[in-house]
């Protein structure tokens, strides 16, 4: 039978309501109803408007309070003294905590540089947090992490989807599911990608100018909307290949770093046209030695190099133009080289005639970003550099052959005036 009133007689035993309701009720499934007359629970506790549970010892005056609040909708459990912290444990382990100043540490009391904090800590291991919904599922491997590992702090998206950050509710930085880093500032979106094998790239949205370098106009590299590029460079510019400084360019001029190192050019790829108004040569006595005058066979192999001199138009600008193609005045280094010969003369032993030689090459394939008419971009293979087969090639240095003739002309002249 159950225990479903408590008579006026019997309220000295300490069980008084005052009333002549009933203030406890112990049901015969064990259990205990405080202003419930039909607990559901082991224990129940009901009231009007506010259902409290103390907590006091000798010592305090406040004490712990668990509470709930009908009218505010609440449970609500209070550590009431001054100083003092609610703690969760499992077994005789504090598993968490929370401070009078309303920090929360889990496995730690927790310790802070700001005014309220959450400070997990695993003294053996990693402490992390890990979220995940009904899209991600629940598993070990789903969801996102933040994981501090040793010294270092993971964001870890075990999904493939982005990370995503942002200020004044307006995204700013993004990682997407395959790596690519994007930059969000006003309507410029700034993109840094991988590019195919070896290769990256670093890309601005459609119509918007990027710059690589510094913000004071230290100097920049600058990708214009037209199609251009610039390099702005405050004071000198310098180019540095394999460590050592080559090629440097100021307001006035582009030189070599060292003087008389460098060439311009290569023996096997050679300028189509150099355009210029004037040529200075280096020619101090200081770094010469002594002139000597031309030899009889050296003097005959002039006047034979003048006789050679015509016109002629080269193969390739036939091919391109036709008809139209210029004509050049000159000789073929071939011809330079037999004449020399038949003087006794090696034509190799000086400067009028190079000869070069290169072996095989495959072509070089290079990448480079490529915008459709949506604006996606994408990269696309292209030839850098073609394929070159095996081969040589003779030339002439003009200003070496000129200085031959002339002085064989004047030798001759000389001879006949002094006869």
Request: proline share 1%; hydrophobic share 35%; glycine share 10%.
């Amino acid at each position: 039978m159950a225990l479903t009133k408590i008579t006026r007689e019997l309220l000295s035993t300490g069980i008084d309501d005052n009333s002549n309701a009933t203030a406890i009720t112990i049901d015969s499934s064990e259990r205990v109803g405080i202003g419930n007359t039909s607990p559901d629970r082991t224990l129940s506790i009901k009231h009007a408007s506010q259902a409290e549970i103390g907590f006091k010892t000798g010592s305090v005056s406040n004490g712990a309070l668990i509470y709930y609040n009908d009218s505010e909708n609440q449970l609500l459990l209070r550590a009431q003294e001054s100083g003092e912290h609610i703690a969760f444990q499992t077994g005789t382990t504090e598993r968490m905590r929370i401070t009078s100043g309303g920090d929360v540490g889990i496995g730690v009391t927790p310790t802070s540089h700001y005014e309220k904090v959450l400070h997990i800590h695993e003294a053996s291991g990693s402490p992390a947090i890990h979220l995940t919904n009904n899209t991600t599922g629940s598993t070990i491997n789903d969801g996102t992490d933040l994981i501090q590992y040793g010294s270092t702090f993971y964001i870890w998206n075990r999904e493939a989807g982005n990370i995503q950050m942002g200020t004044s509710a307006t995204e700013r930085l993004r990682i997407d599911s395959a790596g690519a880093l994007m930059l969000y500032y006003d309507d410029t979106v700034l993109t840094i990608a991988d590019a195919g094998t070896n290769a990256a790239m670093i890309k601005t949205g459609a119509g918007d100018e990027c710059y690589y370098g510094s913000d004071n106009m230290d100097g920049y590299l600058q990708m214009k909307t037209d199609g251009n590029s610039q390099i702005y460079s405050p004071g000198n510019f310098w180019m540095n290949i394999g460590g050592s400084t080559r090629y440097g360019a100021d307001t006035a001029q582009f030189y070599p770093a060292v003087n008389n190192t460098y060439n311009l050019g290569h023996s096997s790829y050679r300028w189509a046209n150099i355009y210029s108004v004037s040529t200075d040569f280096s020619s101090d006595a200081r770094l010469k030695t002594t002139l000597t005058a031309l030899t009889d066979n050296e003097i005959k192999a002039s006047k034979l190099l003048a006789k050679e001199i015509g016109t002629y138009k080269w193969l390739k600008d036939v091919s391109e133009e036709g008809d139209k193609a210029k004509i050049n005045v000159g000789l073929t280094a071939q011809k330079v080289i037999e004449i020399m010969n038949s003087c006794s003369l090696n034509a190799l032993d000086y400067k009028m005639v190079s000869y070069s030689e290169w072996e095989a090459e495959d072509a070089v394939m290079g990448r480079r970003l490529k915008t459709d008419e949506k604006g996606d971009t994408k990269v696309e293979e292209y030839e850098e550099k073609p394929a070159r087969e095996a081969g040589n090639e003779y030339g002439v240095a003009y200003e070496q052959i000129n200085q031959f003739i002339a002085a064989g002309f004047n030798a001759r002249l000389t001879a006949l005036e002094d006869a």
